[in-house]
């Protein structure tokens, strides 16, 4: 079992400083921004999209983070591939 991708939530307003942190910071292992599904969400991956950014509204750690359809958005989302 291998880890598939992990993504977390970032305050909204402080969405595209993050993404040029992590642009410089990956960019010596390969990594690019690849996607950019929606607003405020990015896919960052060599092959693939396996880094997530959300900038979500709520409070500033972003633990009560709403998505599109009100429901509550977790902080961090982790996912493992399995057979």
Known sequence: MGLSHIGFCVPAARFEEVIAFYKAALAPLGYREFMRPV????????????????????????YDARDENGLKRKPIHVAFDAK
């Open 39 to 62: 607003p405020h969400v990015v896919g960052f991956g060599v092959y693939f999209p396996d880094f997530w950014i959300t900038g979500a509204e709520g409070e500033e750690d972003g």
